[in-house]
């Protein structure tokens, strides 16, 4: 990892000084074509730290801002339409797609160019078709251990070769034609499907599809094969000052080719963002400031203060922020403090490692255990405790607001205690004479929970599930790890017990089910749980437009879920954002990860 840090003086509503860190990229501001202004300054904050700035390395969503910021995909989303609406970014249009849905043709616009760095050796670097087929093959390259090698395997023509064959020599051959990912010509990418999916198009608007350029890779590339901190795309942003862990300053590229602010509002309320922002050349922010404030209380003073300029509120803050019908406080309104709030494309859920030792396994006494922890942890209490309202109970993998969902599904695992126990002493899961359950061999039985950080939140959280896991004599220890560890940890199968979420890559149920297919094992599954029934139904899924005839699988995947219980689903969040009086423009958006090239600051009066 680089770990690039840059020196400025920093004030709140200007950072003109790292107009001079731009010759570090050798950006020419006399030649700046963006209309942002660097004395617009929106500072913002993230819970927790991001883990590096490479799109085929990074999972978090917090990283995911600034690839947004820095990286184009072919598709991203329109900025107000509801339901989400794919729309071109790089691309000329929406794929031309075949008759049999296998072959997707996408044109490039001409004209788009890579921020200048040393490894272009002063020259124009043109965003061309191969650009995309490198980043794809990126995605794929077993060697580089991607997260998001989902979005392709298995869904290309003609990828398992060249896959088997960089496991075997350990070099993936970049260079090898692939019949499903082809470039005719410099403006043109050719994908063939190996069968119809729907949802692909909205896979090329996730940010790990954004492109990056062969040159910059193979010339910064560290021993994992990643460049984490020397992101080079076209976007309208650049990483111009990181301190991992503690503080990144975006700064808008000035060779970017900008764009009017073109959007119509889906509903009305969102008619006056449209009468600020319409005709607009955007970018207006010029630098994005963001700090990494872990206890959400500091953040929260901070905002009040006039620190932050957006700040998500989570945990006990929305109750210290809206009254009970979920508008702003008075006190509030009357600063002119803004709201933005929606019910998020996501989920909370708890989840066991199948491949653990301890809680792992399919047989019938791994089950009940699982089954009986999912039945003493109470939804309600989770909601009210840690989320303070702000959350809605979620019976089922698929939540609110996405295709497939099923507004009168209900999870067949009740909460009872009593029930929990039982079952537990069933399957002679008996209790010692030091008050704590045994594994039916007679060995001590302790889980163990993985908090994903050390904050206030996460140590509630690990609190409120020891005390609920304590009623059924289930012995809980904690074992707190920094939130990148975490991640990893997940991704090689060496969690026992832990929570997590998940926020929608695109708006559709396929993006939450396929978080417990089987080939997705060190990528998004990280319950590492594999059912080969599971597994026919998803890839059965894959095939079928939104409809009845896909719902039906949907019940059938949500059933197999509970049945095994490798998962507790608990609760669907809402997105709840304050912002400034100076900020207009600004909506959180249920996709996109950063709106901050949506929005524009007013001077402060």
Same mark, same amino acid.
């Given at each position: ?33 963006? @209309? ?8 913002? =904050? ?37 339901? =989400? ?30 921020? @200048? ?20 093959? $990126? ?61 692909? @198009? ?11 350029? $062969? ?159 999912? *039945? ?26 996405? =295709? ?11 909460y009872s205690v009593k029930a929990a126990n039982l079952l537990l002493d069933r399957y002679n899961y008996k209790v010692g004479k030091d008050g704590w359950r045994t594994l039916p ?106 409809? @009845? ?25 809402? $997105? ?20 901050? *090239? ?8």
């Open positions: 990892m680089m770990k690039q840090n840059f020196k400025f003086s920093i004030s709140p509503y200007g950072l003109a000084l790292l107009l001079g860190a731009a010759t570090s990229f050798g950006v020419s501001v006399a030649e700046a074509k963006s @209309p942002a202004d660097p004395k617009k300054v929106l500072r913002y =904050a993230f819970p927790v730290a991001e883990t590096g700035f490479d799109p085929v390395a990074t999972q978090d969503l917090y990283s995911a801002h600034v690839l947004y910021s820095i990286f184009e995909t072919l598709y991203t989303y329109d900025y107000l339409a509801s339901p =989400a609406k794919l729309v071109p970014k790089t691309a000329v249009a929406l794929p031309e797609v075949s008759a049999d849905g296998l072959t997707y043709t996408i044109r490039i616009k001409k004209g788009i160019y890579f921020t @200048p760095d040393p490894v272009f050796k002063g020259k124009p670097r043109e965003l061309t078709a191969a650009d995309y087929a490198y980043s794809f093959k $990126r995605l794929i390259d077993p060697n580089l251990h991607s997260p998001n090698s989902w979005l392709f395997e298995d869904k290309l023509v003609g990828i398992e070769p060249l896959i088997q064959q960089a496991g075997k020599t350990g070099k993936f051959n970049y260079d090898q034609p692939i019949a499903g990912i082809q470039t005719p010509d410099r403006y043109t990418l050719v994908l063939r499907l190996r069968e119809p999916n729907h949802n692909f @198009p909205m896979l090329l608007a996730h940010q790990p599809t954004g492109a990056v350029a $062969r040159e910059v890779i193979e010339h910064y590339r560290d021993k994992a094969g990643y460049v984490m901190g020397r992101p080079v795309g076209t976007g309208p942003y650049v990483l111009a000052h990181w301190t991992p862990g503690s503080r990144i300053i975006l700064k808008a590229n000035p060779d970017y080719r900008g764009f009017t602010w073109d959007f119509k509002a889906s509903n009305p309320e969102d008619q006056k963002i449209v009468q600020q922002m319409q005709g607009k050349k955007m970018p207006q922010v010029g630098v994005v400031d963001i700090q990494v404030i872990e206890e959400s209380q500091s953040g929260w003073l901070s905002f009040q203060k006039d620190g932050l300029d957006l700040f998500t509120l989570d945990g006990e803050l929305p109750a210290q922020a809206l009254q009970s019908d979920g508008s702003l406080k008075p006190e509030l309104a009357k600063k002119g403090i803004q709201l933005s709030r929606i019910l998020d494309p996501s989920i909370d859920y708890m989840y066991w490692n199948i491949q653990n030792p301890v809680v792992g396994g399919l047989s019938k006494e791994k089950i009940a255990l699982r089954r009986a922890m999912s *039945m003493a942890i109470s939804k309600e209490k989770f909601i009210t405790i840690l989320a303070k309202g702000n959350a809605q109970k979620l019976e089922s993998p698929i939540p609110y607001g996405v =295709a497939g969902h099923d507004p009168n599904y209900k999870s067949s695992i009740p061999d007679g060995k001590p039985l302790v889980i163990e929970f993985m908090p994903s950080t050390s904050s206030a939140r996460s140590m509630q959280m690990a609190e409120l599930l020891k005390k609920e896991l304590t009623n059924i004599k289930i012995n809980m220890v904690s074992k707190p790890v920094p939130f990148a560890e975490g991640l990893k940890a997940e991704k090689q199968c060496k969690t026992m017990f832990k929570a997590s979420a998940w926020i929608a890559d695109y708006p559709d149920a396929d993006n939450f089910v396929q978080l417990f297919y089987g080939n997705n094992i060190h990528a998004t599954n990280h319950t590492c749980f594999k059912l080969p029934e599971y597994d026919r139904l998803y890839e059965q899924s894959q095939k079928l437009d939104d409809g @009845p005839e896909r719902d039906l699988l949907y019940r059938k995947m949500s059933r197999l879920l509970e049945f095994y219980s490798p998962v507790q689903f608990m609760s669907t969040r809402y $997105r709840t954002v304050v912002v400034q009086p100076r900020v207009i423009g600004y909506k959180k958006h249920p996709v996109l990860p950063a709106e901050w *090239m949506y929005i524009d600051i007013q001077d402060k009066k």
